[in-house]
T-cell receptor, first 115, second 115 residues
Framework: AQSVTQLGSHVSVSEGALVLLRCNYS??????LFWYVQYPNQGLQLLLK??????LVKGINGFEAEFKKSETSFHLTKPSAHMSDAAEYFC?????????????FGKGTKLSVIP | DSGVTQTPKHLITATGQRVTLRCSPR?????VYWYQQSLDQGLQFLIQ???????AKGNILERFSAQQFPDLHSELNLSSLELGDSALYFC??????????????FGEGSRLTVL
């Protein structure tokens, strides 16, 4: 079984400051990891995904995440926050390899950006 | 716009009633997934269909059922509704049967309120 834990249900940063959203995973097999973003009144949109290629993954809107096996982490970062980044962010995991059907999501972290 | 269409966007009904939520996947996608998002449980995987056949089941109650039709649209049926079924129900679609080869595209959700 696999799971993800997102530390901090709510994170506030100032505009222009570093964004760091934490995600730790638990998986009995090598995982694939994802970050999704949900803007108010919208569905989830894929930001980036790790599928066992490069451990540093770049996504849309200037976000990136680094897979660290030793720390079982997949934290999401962005060097400089923008007002438009205010949203809820979800980390998700699925087992690697064929036959993976279920994406398991974390509880989400709501990001607020202060002008 | 993800290309996934869900109807209705909002639905208010009473306990004990039955409702049907509808989802049209992106053009070309064969898999449809249903997720339930609530404040206490977060995003929970309910069920997946691939090309008309059920592929995976998650935390779906026996009072809930789903199907995927030959034109690939899907319906989620919720019966004997309880207050706790109030949630946002998302449909997502992907090209293949396995999550590790592709991306999930989410609709904007159907918000169900049970009074």
């Amino acid at each position: 079984a696999q799971s993800v834990t997102q530390l901090g249900s709510h994170v506030s940063v100032s505009e222009g400051a570093l964004v760091l959203l934490r995600c730790n995973y638990s998986s009995s097999v090598p995982p694939y990891l994802f970050w999704y973003v949900q803007y108010p009144n919208q569905g989830l949109q894929l930001l980036l995904k790790y599928t066992s290629a490069a451990t540093l993954v770049k996504g849309i809107n200037g976000f990136e995440a680094e897979f660290k096996k030793s720390e079982t982490s997949f934290h999401l970062t962005k060097p400089s926050a923008h007002m438009s980044d205010a949203a809820e962010y979800f980390c998700a995991v699925t087992p690697s390899g064929a036959g993976s059907y279920q994406l398991t999501f974390g509880k989400g972290t709501k990001l607020s950006v202060i002008p | 716009d993800s290309g996934v269409t869900q109807t209705p966007k909002h639905l208010i009904t009473a306990t004990g009633q039955r409702v049907t939520l509808r989802c049209s996947p992106r053009s070309g996608d064969l898999s449809v997934y249903w997720y339930q998002q609530s404040l206490d449980q977060g995003l929970q995987f309910l069920i997946q269909y691939y090309n008309g056949e059920e592929r995976a089941k998650g935390n779906i109650l026996e009072r809930f059922s789903a199907q995927q039709f030959p034109d690939l649209h899907s319906e989620l049926n919720l019966s004997s509704l309880e207050l706790g079924d109030s949630a946002l129900y998302f449909c997502a679609s992907s090209v293949g049967a396995h999550l590790n080869t592709g991306e999930l595209f989410f609709g904007e959700g159907s918000r169900l309120t049970v009074l």
